[in-house]
């Protein structure tokens, strides 16, 4: 699973890491949470197609989803880029996709993000009502709130095979395997310039707290960092059996 992507410097760092990691580990799938991957906000057809290209499976995204107008008959079209699943009804696009080898679930928190439909009760339903569905079920939960993301590990250990939180763009280091086999990690991080405020340009967004006049943040230059994770898991019982960070960082002269 990697960690949200942040525009040009982000999808550099994908292009020239994910071949390798793929090869190096043997990853059967590969997750990237790309609704930043478009300027540094949203996601767009092409910036999509680049992940692709570079080796991401699946794309999963969050509350910045919609930004590009774009991006709406293409969530329709493809199936592979997921928009939340706990969306009001008729929301186009899908909230999961099941692949040859595992279903990835999309999921929006609420606390501190927006008023969404609840996700522990979303992924209950879903549980419910997709049957048969493959043993291995990896979520990304897109949220804000620490306590939220570690409630719904919890809730849903021994349910899916991994809960794995994005958004805030701060790689937390509480990556474990709870009880019943579920992966967790309250925050994966971000694929993004390492000298910026989570992505963004360092001299604007300081500007915006101290004039708190609103303008638009442009992505942040220099190396980017690749912040990710490895997760294993068993086939069959679709049981995690380990989950360890993978840190990298794209040196350029």
Not at 197 to 220: A, K, N, Y
Request: glycine fraction near 10%; include cysteine.
């Amino acid at each position: 699973m990697v960690g949200d992507v942040i525009g040009k410097p982000g999808r550099k760092a994908v292009s020239v890491f994910l071949p390798e990691l793929r090869q190096k580990h043997k990853v059967d799938l590969i997750i990237a949470n790309g609704e930043n991957a478009a300027g540094g906000i949203g996601l767009t057809p092409e910036t999509a197609e680049e992940l692709f290209k570079s080796g991401a499976d699946v794309i999963t995204s969050g509350n910045h989803i919609w930004h590009h107008r774009e991006i709406v008959p293409y969530l329709e079209a493809e199936s592979r880029v997921l928009r939340p699943l706990n969306m009001p009804p008729g929301i186009p696009g899908h909230g999961y996709v099941i692949t040859d080898k595992a279903m990835v679930v999309s999921l929006l928190a609420r606390v501190f993000v927006g008023n969404f439909d609840c996700p522990f009760r979303a992924m209950d339903c879903l549980l419910e009502e997709v049957n048969p569905r493959p043993p291995i079920i990896i979520v990304d939960f897109h949220g804000e709130a620490t306590a939220e993301k570690i409630a719904l590990g919890w809730y849903l250990d021994g349910r899916v095979s991994a809960v794995l939180g994005t958004h805030t763009h701060v790689g937390t280091i509480d990556a474990r395997v709870l009880p019943q086999g579920t992966a967790f990690i309250s925050d994966v991080g971000m694929v993004g310039p390492i000298n910026s405020v989570i992505g963004d340009d360092i001299d604007s967004v300081i500007e915006r707290f101290l004039t708190l006049m609103p303008h638009r943040l442009s992505v942040g230059k220099g190396n980017p960092i690749f912040n990710s994770v490895l997760v294993d898991v068993d086939d069959d019982t679709g049981k995690a059996s380990s989950i360890s960070r993978l840190d990298l960082e794209l040196t350029e002269k």
